[in-house]
């Protein structure tokens, strides 16, 4: 019991984001999507710092392909703000794969 509050306040420090993406056809073979990323935790500055650098990543459903990755910094700030907007294009291969998965880890 006396564990309980330090176990739930490491919890809610533990970072985590909520992806929104909008995903729209520019031509035949190439994608544009639009990510809405959220930060869903309490920051901390004797934890996180001044930023946090993640790693965002798209790939098919088998994980043979990544068709996009790039890095993304969410500082002390942005993470009380609005969400904060990424975009990106990605090409289309056939055979089309069935999804697509945005990944993303803190890094």
Not at 12 to 17: R, T, V, Y
Not at 46 to 66: F, R, Y
Request: hydrophobic share 40%; with cysteine.
């Amino acid at each position: 019991p006396a564990a309980g509050k330090m176990i739930l306040n490491c919890l809610e420090s533990f970072p985590k984001l909520t992806l929104e993406a909008n995903v729209q056809p520019i031509t035949r073979s190439v994608l544009r999507v639009r990510l809405s990323i959220k930060a869903e935790f309490k920051w901390k500055d004797a934890v996180h710092g001044n930023a946090l650098k993640w790693l965002i990543w798209v790939e098919d459903s088998n994980n043979e392909h990544i068709y996009h990755s790039e890095t993304f910094f969410l500082t002390k700030k942005a993470s009380r703000e609005d969400p904060q907007t990424v975009a990106f294009t990605i090409p289309i291969f056939e055979p089309l794969p069935p999804q697509y998965y945005v990944r993303c880890i803190c890094d």
